[in-house]
């Protein structure tokens, strides 16, 4: 059975940072891609990086880009998002998903496997 299980949530003033963990079981982790997709409230849910197999390669949003950095630990079948100055329009769930791919990067995620329950993100002004 396969999990993914997201931590490091919470509430953060703007400017402050945040590390999102996503440990992953049941799954062979190093076969696939991992991504961090988020949704505000009202809104639907929009990719924000992907990182590959190896963790050689990653792609961001660009409402992310500069600000934010997607790593993973294939020993600790752990992927993280480290946010940096954060905004309150960062405000969302964010979700991590896995992606058993065979070309990289893939944006969609109707194109991800494997999702977790998501742990809330909370920016304040």
């Known amino acids: 059975q396969v999990q993914l299980v997201e931590s490091g949530g919470g509430l953060v003033q703007a400017g402050d940072s945040l590390r999102l963990s996503c440990a992953a079981s049941?799954?062979?982790?190093?076969?696939?891609?991992m991504g961090w997709f988020r949704q505000a409230p009202g809104k639907e849910r929009e990719f924000v990086a992907v990182?590959?197999?190896?963790?050689?390669?990653?792609v961001y949003a660009d409402l992310v880009k500069g600000r934010f950095t997607i790593s993973r630990d294939n020993a600790k079948n752990t992927v993280y998002l480290h946010m940096s100055s954060l905004k309150p329009e960062d405000t969302a769930v964010y979700y991590c998903?896995?992606?058993?791919?065979?070309?990289?990067?893939?944006?969609?995620?109707?194109?991800?496997?494997?999702w977790g329950q998501g742990t809330q993100v909370t920016v304040s002004s």
């Open positions: 998903a896995a992606d058993l791919a065979s070309f990289f990067p893939r944006l969609r995620q109707q194109e991800y496997d494997y």
């Open positions: 049941g799954l062979t982790f190093t076969y696939y891609a």
């Open positions: 990182i590959s197999q190896t963790g050689g390669h990653t």
